[in-house]
Structures are given as C-alpha cells and as structure tokens.
C-alpha cells in the first residue's frame, strides 16, 4: 500500500515505470552464496534484500520479517558470525560471506545449546523474534563467552520481544554461559496433587519455533501463488469520484485487480449491531489507508508497481482527528448512522450514587487520558488463500479468531461456513490486534477466486498502524466517594472513546472500560456515561485488556490520591474494600473464587512495602495498583447457539499416543501446552505423550477464539471433559473384559484397576483393546458458561463464570534532570485459580508488566492531521531488553470450582495494573501527578516545573499532592 | 519498495566506483552499509537508476594512525570503531557514539561515511568528529577535495557533497596527553536509541584548568554545531559556575525543533543536562589520560 503517494511520486513512478516498459526491467544476476556452510546460486533481482532471497528463492523461512525497516531484527542472520539486519542487506552484498541462518543452528536435528536453553527456560512464546534473537545471541557468546547481565541486553537491544518482556531470554543466554546453574524453581510449581498439570513443561512448540521450523502463514509457499496488495486512500476524509484500474490490469505480472464493484456490498465488523466495514470503500474513505482497491500480482513488487498505476479522483473532505473536535457542534459526518460521530453511548446507573456522594465523608473528580496504543506483535498479519475449483476456499490466516473469520467469511461472501476451511499456522502475536476479520481476510479469497491461484497478503508494519484496531484513546472523569475509614462509597465514571472511522470491537470497548470498575473493590453505587466517538483516524479495536487498562490507571491513581486525603495506606485503603468470595456487583457480575485480599498482603511483603513506601529518598518511588479480569466472556460476540469451545480426544490405535483436537488458537501465549496438559491429566498419559492439533475448522470443532483471556477456561474444561469421554470410552471395554460395571473401576496412576483391586490395565494397553473392539477412541467435550449477569442494557459485558485478581507494587527511579522514569522492579502477586504451568503464568505476567511499562512510558501513536507520524517501530517506542526490569511473579492458593482442575485466566489481567502501579509510582517518587499517559519524561519535567510553563509542548495535566 | 528497474553495481575499487556514479550524474546514488539508504528506497524518498554498492571497496576500511593524526575510511564500519585499539586510547567519545548507536545488527554494516553523509540532525558521530576537529575527504573522479566536518553539513539530511562524490576518510589529530574527548546522549528507550539531545566534547587538560575545550551539541539544530559559550572554559577547571556557564550557553545556542521526539521547549531545557554529562565525562577522562 502507498496511501501518501503525491502527485510527484506518481509522476516519478509512471516515468519510471515507462523507462521499464521501454528498457525492460535490469535482468536478473546469478548470486553465489554460503548459507549454512552450502554453496548456492540464486538469480534475483540485482537489488533483492537478503531478507527476500532467504525466504523466497531459499526457502529459509526461518527468518522472519517484523518490521522491514531494520528496527525489530526479526529477519537478522549471521554474516561472518556478526549479527545483520537481513531486510536491509542486499543480497548481491552478501556474496563474501559466510551466512548463517536460524536453520543453520541445529546440527542433525540436535537443538544447539541456544536454541535448547530458549525452549526450557520459557523464553519462546510467540516465536516470530526467537530465530532473530538466538542467532544474536549466539554473535554475542561466540564473542564474548561469558557475558554480563549488562552485555546480554545490549547485545539483544536490536531484537524486539513483545510477549516475553525479555528477562527469561536474557536468563537462557546466561544459563548458556553457565550451564551449570540449577533450573530455576518456578513459583507456584505444584506439589504432588497433579502429575501433569502444575508443571512447567516447555512449550509444545518451543523447538519447532526456536529452530525456524515452525511455519507461520507468511511462511506458506503454494504452487502458482501471488502476492496481493491493499492501496489505500492517503486522505484522511474523502469521497471517490472515479478509480481507474485500466493500467494496473496492463502492467505484466498483474493478475487480478478489484475494487467496490468486484466485492460484495455487503459490510462486516465485529459486533451485529455495527457492521459499518467495507471490504473496499466504495464512495467513501474514512481514514488514512482506507482501502479502494487490491491487487494480485507475481511478486510484491509488481504489485506495489500496479498500485501505483491505480489511479483515484478524490474530493477531499474535512476531517476530525480527536474526541472534543468530532463532538463539537457542526463537526463533519463520518457514517450517517451515527448523529454527533457518536457511535456507541452508555449510561449504566447501579444503587444511589447521589445519596453516596451526599453522605460520604470525601468526594474527589478528577480527570485522566489515555492514549491510543498498538498492540505491536512482531508478526504482522498476513493471510492466504486458496480457492479450489469445486468452490471450497481454504484459508490460513494469523487470526486470534478464526472462527469469525469463518462466519464473515461466510456471511459477507455467501458461502456456507461448511465450504470455508480456517486454518490459523504458528502465529506470531496479536494481544488484540488480530481479532476480527480484515481485509486480508477478505481480498486474499476474492483475488484466490478471481485468479484461480493462492494469493498470500501481508501488511506491512506501517499498514498495521493504518489498519489501526489498537487501544483507544480515553478521557476519563472519576467523581468518587468514600467514607473516612477508607469505605468506597460510589464512582460516577464518564469516559470518552476515540474510536477512529469504524466500530470494530468499540462497542464492548466501551462498555469494558466503565463495567469493570465494579472491580476488584467493592463497590455499591456505580454510575457510568461513556461515548465512543468516531473520528477520521483507523478504527480502534480491542487491545490487551480491551478498553479497561487505562480506567484502571484512572482509578488506582485516584484512589492514592484518596488515600492520601484520608492519611491512610494505600494497600490497606484497597485491603480494606477487596471483593471477597461469592460476592455480586452492583452491575450483577457473580464472583466465584477470589483470593484478591491475599494477594495485597503477599505483595505487601514481597516487596518490601513497608519498609519502602516514605522511606525513598527524592527521585524514587514505589506504587500500587490492582485489577481484576474475566476468565472468558460470558457471552459470544454474535448471537449463536454453539459451544463457546469445544474439542475431541483422540487416543491412537496402539494407546500409546493421544492427540488433542480444538478450535483454540495458540497465537502464542501457550494454550496448545496447557491443553495438552490438561488432557494428559485426565488420561493418566505423559505430557509428552499428547499432541494438539489446533484451529483447523477441517479437523478441529469450533472455539470462539484468543480473545477475553477465555482459553484455559473456556477450552480447557472442553477439553478436560473430551479427555474424560475418551477415557470413559475405554473404561468400559476394561469394564466388559473384566466383566465389571464400569463405574466401579478405579483410575488412578494411568492405570484401570479392578474393584477388588487385583486386577491392573494401563491406559495405552486398555486404549488398544479399545480400538480393537470398537474402533475409534475419541472423547468430545464442549463447554459454555451458564448464563450469567442482569437485564439491563449492555448486562452481558464483563460477565464471565469466573475472575482473577491481582495486586501489582512497581518501583521506579526518576532522573529529575532529564525526566526519564526507570521502573527498576515489578512484584505481581495473582490469583488465576490453580496454575496449569507455572513457566508459561509466569512468562504471561513478565510480557503484560513490560508491555504496560512501554504504554506507561512512551507508547502513543502519534497523528498529526489525521496523518500517523510514527507507524513504525523506531518511533512508536516499544521496549527493548535494556529495559527490562527486574520481575517478582508470585501467585496465591486459588481453587475455582467452575474452572478446569480449578483453574481460571492470566493472559490479558497482568496487564491491567501496570500504568497504575507505574504512575503511582512515579508520584511516590516526585512528589507530582501525572494523569495523562505516556508518563514521558518531558511531561515529568513538565510536572516538576523544570520547563518553562508557558512553552509549547505535549499535556501538563498535573495534580499537586 | 519497488527497485524495478535500478541497476546495482559493486565495484571492487574506488576509481570504478568514482566513474559509475559519474557517469549515473543525478540519478545514481551510493550505497554504503546501506542502512539508512534502504529506507529512503523503502519511503520511496530516492528513486535512483544507478545505486553503487561500495562494501567491497577494502581501499575504504579501516583505522590508521599516522604519527599525530588518525585517519578512519569512510567504508569502515561502527562495529569496527567500538573495537578499535586506536580509538579507544585517542578518541572514546568516538566509541561512546559507536557503542550507542542504533542496535548491534545496524552497528555491523553503517559506516563512518554512511552515517556523515546521511546527516540527520541526530546522527552520532558527526558532533563527536567535529569536537575532535575532524576534516572530511571527499573524492570524485574530477579529483579531491578535504574540508572540516563543520562545513560539510549544510541542513538537515543536506551536505555539500556532490551526487557523484564520495567520502574516502575522516581525519582527526590523535589526542595528545591529558586531553579526552566523550558523547552524551539522551534517548528514550534503553536499546535501540535515537538521539533526542546529544553533546559531544573535547577538552585539553593543563593541570587542573582546561586548556581548551570543544563542546558541540547535535539534535537540536538543524546540524550539529559548536556552543561558543563553551569558550567560558578555557583557563578554567570544567567544574562550578563556568560549567554551568558553558552549559547554559548550549541551551541557549541551540535550536531545536518540536516534534514527536520531545519539545523545542524540552530539548531546550535538557541540552544543558546532557552538555554537562559530556563535558564532565571529558574532564574526568583527561584526568586520568597517560599518553
């Protein structure tokens, strides 16, 4: 996509282009290269990337491509033994070299040592920048053997991670170095009521990811495939006056070119009530990228040549580009269905929270923002399809949900869901991002359709950004009351959404950030105003936590600032109001287990609260901060019957094997591993033992997806129950040969014994004996939680069968010369119900405390005139692995009786916290509130009245303490 | 990105080098470690028809000292400098920049010359070279000429070198005894960092006052430049109320622009921050300089 092209660019392609036409294009040149300790010849392009020879004419798919621009090192190789960005070097330039790439590591099939510390010290999660940061790694120890903590950071500070938040790679490059060091003890490691679950067995992916055998659906090469292209509008409002194809479809090399006419009408989205999306504007385009038209050509190139020769007659419209300017009187339209821009409107009124306010001993408002954030996986997304004469489309898509793919697939394109096969490969991330079907989705078919070929499409890094989908920018006003015993009496939240062009996710955004204030404190008067707002910017969607991190950061500012007022602690004024068990809300939600006030007192002590808190000398600081999130949502996102999850157990014909089949997608966090877990669990099999094969519509049955952190609940009590099918099924074969009732047999050891006790079957023999007699052994399961919640507008947001808590300190160091905040430590004491693997929780709490540091402190995509100024990774600022800090991860004994051997969720909870614990830390460290995030060191020094007040420059909101 | 249709050429000496990008005129463009070249291509910001790779021209790499004056190819990369012996005793705050640049995949394949002749307001080496009264060696196949690094940038991302020049070498005097040289930087993250301010400096030491001090600050001017205030220094020991002189003098010499990096008003107020560290880095090392 080239959605700023200007008019000169234009002219500088056509005439270019016309240059190429009349020269032909420079010929290909014959490169030898040493890749792996081969010599090989490839004809490419004189000016073709390493990155591209590697992965298209080697098929070294190992390395990746995260960025394109030389700032994440997910594509870096080895060139004579030095670390390189594989997208910036030509490959005509690494002819002299020696080339190593992440398929070069591992020597007849044994991992290296790397690769091997990587799978066992949990440092592989999503696995698109592993390959990337082993081989960095490995620059560096064959350097330098034994480096410093200090030495390992720097040496990785060019690959970027975003799910680990870095501090196990950083402690399997040292545990290489020092093999010798003993496995660390993860916390929470079961004792011995489990065999399976509780243990921290690497990752069932792990080795496939660390040795660049994993395939992601980039990594797909079909026969006769294309490469397809989106062109979106580089205005920001507009309405299409004419597109005219006509050269494009003349450029060799291009296949196939659509635009609204050759896509159905019909629009899509995310939730029924909004469906505003169209798989290619029609008249209209909404934002910066919008897209008219999509291309499908024989190689990027040619396809990025075609879009050039698209030509758009636009009339440009005016634009708004922030919350108050798109509700104020007289702002232009975007979507005529929603009067005022105002998309989404919620007013929620619980108890009496006038008569609160009346008779409390302190009322405060105060106002806080949030910005808009990216999710930033290090995988872009990317989707392929293949449609087959006979109609049928197959489609392999980095999706967290395929299985809406499926059903606006199906509903958009007219094709019954059962015609439509959704496979989700190895996915690199997506904390949100990848959620809901795209145009990707959508082209990608189409042009499969038009073309008779499989076409692959990606986005580039920028066109994440244009495509957009990441966490809106809110305002948040908070007038709460409370007794001066600390009692909290009653909040009125309004909030305010920037929800960009198009709905998305933003309607449950929206109700998220106001219903899950009822959370983790007691609360009984609740009122909530909120607005989500459209404006001309790519829509928002549902990032990691969805919509409720930054009222968090809100409201655990404001309850300091309570605490303060009424001279109390700041964990005992939250102690003092925790949820407790089996408590309901006053919007109705139902809380099961809740071990919330334990985890205060543990972080209390761990972390040395007492000890700290008004003892840091100027410049330091430690906070709190707390939170509370669904195990799973209540209810679909679209009105359906079928199971939220469901999955068969297969055991195979010898019993030695089973094999686990959902809908569940692992988009990294680890679900493959604890399903599988679960299901060696409950047939007394070893992890090792069980296989997954996961989110492949042909073979798997249906799973609502990773999204509302609902997989180890949701998918594993499908699959703890499919488990316990199949093991039934074989019970009763044992029973018939004993010729005892089956419900009298005792399993226990991974063995049937006889009632009397002296008979003996082990599972994989008994599973054989099953198959023998009755063919298949498979178990089915399915689970969907009760219903749950109250009759109001809006009741089903928020509702889950079960919570998790948590309680987060963080301490900081302010350099209050420059404004730059370092958080030195995070302490994360969680309760998430039994811990299925204690390697994986933790490694779920370090990537949400990092990822929140980075959105505490410097993530913000920045617009200027409807325009992204950073849609890329070196000036949207992620955090790199010199800044990781120091991470205590603790967890309480929980037990919920609804979940999976008592389990409940951790993936999206940890992150909820951490811009409270963050900005509360700050304020402990220098005496000043800051209530608008990023907490960057200009708006620090700001606070602290080091920059001239009346200089131009980025929010002063500041509250004196 | 689209190269179709961009001749790539890599010569294996300069003269062959010189006459491509004489013969390519306007529309050819070097490529030296490529990585600032490859995003223009990427942006679509250059269009050229001839691009020259210069990473197989050896005459361009490596460090020389030649009795009093060390002499750096333009082709030899960062990696090399935070390596080097030489610079390490006569130029740290070469290596200061060099270990702080960008990330170590980067390091690897920039040059000396790819960076100076990118010219971004916020590249790293240029205020350390100018703090070492560094000239530039520029050639073309018409000849050569040499001039001092202040005078090679004319504005952002603009130089005076030519389309079909090349830079050959850098030169600086080695550091004489008791003298050092150091970079400051202030970034945001703790890897991968741009420089939002940036101070380079060098001071010549006698006894305890300075004998001379160069203090240039970059990213918040248009190029990097000398703080004349810094001149406060000379006679005196960088320390008390002349440091604080020569630090606000950089504050107030500087003109910053707003934009996502921080504020003209921000960058403003922490130049002095970040001259301080430079210069008092410098002093320390001076200090403790025995060749």
Sequence with gaps: ?961 | MTTTGIEFHRPTSLEEALTILRDAGREGIAKAGGTDVMLLLKHEAVRPRVMVGLSALSELKGIRRDKSVIAIGAGTTIAALERDAVLAEHAQGLLDAAHRMATAQIRTVATVGGNLASAAACGDLAPVLIALDATIHLRSAAGERELPLTEFFTGPRTTVLAPDELITRIEFPAAKKRSASSYAKFGYRGGSQIAVVAAAAQVNRDGSVAERVRLVMGAVAPIPFLVKGASVLTGRPVEGAALEAACAAAASECRPISDIRGSEAYRRTISSVVARQALESAWRRSAGHES
């Excluded at chain 1, 056509?14 to 420079?26: H, K």
């Excluded at chain 1, 990707?440 to 990606?458: H, N, Q, W, Y």
């Excluded at chain 1, 305002?475 to 909030?495: P, S």
């Excluded at chain 1, 003892?615 to 679209?638: D, E, H, M, Q, W």
Aim: hydrophobic content about 40%; some cysteine.
């Design chain 1, 1 to 961: 996509m080239n959605p700023e092209a200007t008019a000169a660019q234009e002219a500088a392609a056509a005439r270019r282009n016309a240059e190429a036409a009349r020269t032909g294009d420079v010929a290909d040149v014959l490169l030898r290269l040493r890749v792996n300790g081969r010599a090989l010849s490839v004809a490419v392009r004189p000016t073709a990337t390493l990155l591209s020879v590697l992965r298209d004419a080697l098929q070294l798919t190992g390395t990746k491509c995260g960025c394109g621009e030389g700032d994440c090192g997910a594509c870096t190789v080895l060139l004579d033994g030095e670390p390189v960005n594989s997208c910036l070097l030509l490959a005509a330039e690494a002819q002299d070299a020696e080339i190593t790439t992440i398929e070069g590591l591992s020597r007849n099939g044994a991992l290296h040592p790397i690769q091997q510390a990587f799978v066992e010290t949990g440092s592989i999660q999503c696995g698109f920048c592993s390959p990337g940061m082993i081989l960095a790694a490995k620059a560096l120890l064959d350097r330098n053997p034994d480096p410093s903590e200090e030495e390992i950071k720097n040496a990785l500070a060019g690959n970027l991670c975003r799910c680990t938040g870095y501090v196990r790679i950083i402690e399997a490059v040292r545990r290489v170095a020092h093999p010798e060091l003993p496995r660390r003890v993860e916390e929470g490691e079961s004792d011995d009521a489990f065999s399976v679950v509780g243990k921290s067995h690497p990752k069932k992916d792990a080795p496939d990811k660390a040795t660049g055998r994993a395939t992601y659906t980039g990594d797909i090469r079909l026969p006769g495939m294309l490469r397809g292209k989106l062109l979106g509008s580089p205005h920001p409002h507009a309405r299409v006056l004419s597109v005219d194809t006509s050269a494009a479809e003349a450029l060799p090399g291009v296949h196939a070119v659509i635009t609204a006419k050759d896509v159905p009408a019909t629009t899509y989205g995310v939730s029924p009530a909004r469906y505003d999306e169209q798989i290619l504007a029609s008249d209209r385009v909404r934002h910066v990228g919008d897209a008219i038209a999509a291309v499908a050509a024989v190689d990027d190139e040619t396809a990025e040549r075609a879009l050039e020769l698209i030509h758009v007659e636009y009339e440009i419209l005016p634009g708004v580009f922030g919350i108050e300017e798109a509700m104020a009187e007289g702002a232009p339209l975007l979507h005529d269905q929603y009067p005022g821009n105002i998309n989404t409107e919620i007013h929620h009124d619980f108890g009496d929270v006038e008569a609160a306010f009346a008779e409390a001993d302190l009322v405060r408002e105060d106002v806080f923002r949030g910005q808009r954030a990216m999710q930033m996986p290090l995988e872009p997304h990317v989707s392929l399809a293949r449609a087959d004469a006979d109609g049928r489309i197959t489609i392999w898509t980095a999706n967290q949900a395929p299985h809406y793919v499926q059903h606006q697939l199906s509903r958009v394109l007219e094709i019954p869901m059962g015609r439509i096969r959704v496979v989700k490969p190895a996915m690199g991330g997506g904390f949100g991002g990848k959620a809901e079907a795209t145009r990707l989705d959508f082209c990608s078919v189409i042009l499969a359709k038009k073309t008779g070929r499989p076409v692959l499409m990606e986005f580039s890094r920028r066109e994440t950004f244009l495509h957009g989908r990441g966490r809106h920018a809110q305002v948040i006003r908070l007038k709460t009351a409370a007794r001066k015993d600390g009692t909290l009496l009653a909040v009125h939240a309004e909030i305010l959404l920037d929800g960009g062009a198009y709905t998305s996710f933003g309607i449950i955004t929206a109700y998220y950030s106001g219903v899950m204030l009822t959370t983790p404190y007691r609360l009984p008067n609740f009122r909530f105003d909120g607005k989500r707002v459209c404006t001309n910017l790519p829509a928002c969607g549902a990032m990691r936590g969805n919509g409720t991190p930054q009222p968090r950061f809100a409201f655990e500012s404001q309850l300091d600032l309570i605490a303060a007022d009424l001279g109390i602690d700041p964990i005992e004024l939250r102690r003092r109001n925790a949820l407790r068990p089996n408590d309901v809300t006053a919007n109705d939600f139902k809380i099961t287990s809740c071990e919330f006030a334990p985890c205060l007192d543990l972080v209390e002590a761990r972390s040395g609260w007492k000890e700290k808190r008004g003892k840091l000398p100027f410049g330091k600081g430690i906070g709190i901060s707390c939170g509370c999130f669904i195990s799973g949502a209540g209810y679909p996102i679209y009105r359906s019957s079928f199971p939220h999850s469901s999955a068969i157990v297969r055991l195979s014909e010898d019993g030695s094997s089973a094999t686990v089949f959902a809908g569940a997608p692992d988009i990294g966090q680890g679900s493959d591993t604890v399903l599988c877990q679960m299901a060696a669990e409950e047939l007394g099999l070893k992890y090792e033992d069980v296989s997954i094969v996961s989110s492949d519509s042909a073979v798997t049955p249906t799973d609502l997806g990773a999204y509302a952190s609902r997989i180890t609940y949701f998918a594993g009590n499908a699959v703890h129950d499919a488990a316990a099918n199949a093991r039934r099924a074989v019970a009763e074969v044992v029973a018939e040969e004993w010729a005892v009732p089956a419900d009298a047999l005792v399993f226990r050891d991974g063995a049937f014994h006889a009632p009397d006790g002296g008979r003996r079957m082990a599972i994989q023999e008994a599973a054989a004996l099953a198959f023998g007699r009755r063919g298949p052994v498979v178990g089915k399961g399915e689970y969907s939680p009760p219903p749950l919640g109250g009759k109001f507008k809006g009741a089903a947001i928020g509702t889950s069968p079960a919570y998790s808590f948590c309680a987060q300190v963080a301490e900081v160091e302010v350099d209050t010369e420059t404004g730059t905040v370092r958080v030195t430590d995070f302490y994360d004491a969680h309760d998430c119900g039994t811990v299925i693997n204690p390697m994986t929780l933790h490694g779920q709490v370090e990537g949400s405390l990092v990822m929140g540091m980075g959105e505490s402190l410097w993530e913000e995509v920045v617009q200027k005139d409807g325009r992204i100024v950073n849609p890329n990774m070196h000036d949207y600022l992620i955090p790199t692995a010199p800044d990781a800090p120091r991470i205590h991860s603790f967890v309480v004994k929980s037990y919920d009786p609804g979940g999976p051997f008592g389990a409940k969720e951790v993936g999206e909870g940890a992150s909820l916290p951490v811009m409270g614990a963050v900005a509360n830390a700050v304020a402990n460290a220098i005496g000043v509130r800051i209530t608008e995030l990023p907490i960057t060191p200009e708006k620090v020094l700001r606070a602290l009245g080091k920059v001239p007040p009346n200089a131009e420059g980025p929010g002063t909101a500041v509250c004196r303490l």
